[in-house]
């Protein structure tokens, strides 16, 4: 049984940084997406960073964290990351990591779009960030 487990968030001032995990149980190896998301309130869930598992150099960022956020994994922990720096008040969200083995293969920036491909979830994380 595949299963996501989110770490990390908190409470922070404006420039302030942390720094996301998502521990992924259940599955090993493949080639698949694996990204995160966050939920504004009121609306739909939303790509920020995904990351092609196989290899770990193909990434896509949200245009409104690119230069700011970076996406990785350490495979042999099986975790995924995303360091947040030079946050700003804006970013207040729940995150959540989420992926799918059976994502076809596609171009990153269209998988970060796809939040309807993937099936399994964490139960989110809360960032909070004060101006």
């Known amino acids: 049984q595949v299963q996501l487990l989110e770490s990390g968030g908190g409470s922070v001032q404006a420039g302030g940084s942390l720094r996301l995990s998502c521990k992924v149980t259940?599955?090993?190896?493949?080639?698949?997406?694996i990204g995160w998301f966050r939920q504004p309130p009121g609306k739909d869930r939303e790509g920020v960073a995904v990351?092609?598992?196989?290899?770990?150099?193909?990434?896509y960022y949200a245009d409104s964290v690119k230069g700011r956020l970076t996406i990785s994994q350490d495979t042999n922990k099986n975790t995924l990351y995303l360091q947040m720096n030079s946050l700003k008040p804006q970013a207040t969200d729940m995150y959540y990591c989420?992926?799918?083995?059976?994502?076809?293969?596609?171009?990153?920036?269209?998988?970060?779009?796809?939040?309807?491909?993937?099936?399994?979830w964490g139960q989110g994380t809360q960032v909070t960030v004060s101006s």
């Open positions: 989420a992926e799918d083995p059976l994502t076809p293969v596609m171009a990153a920036q269209q998988a970060l779009g796809s939040v309807q491909l993937y099936n399994y």
């Open positions: 259940g599955i090993t190896g493949g080639s698949y997406y």
């Open positions: 990351i092609w598992t196989a290899g770990g150099t193909t990434t």
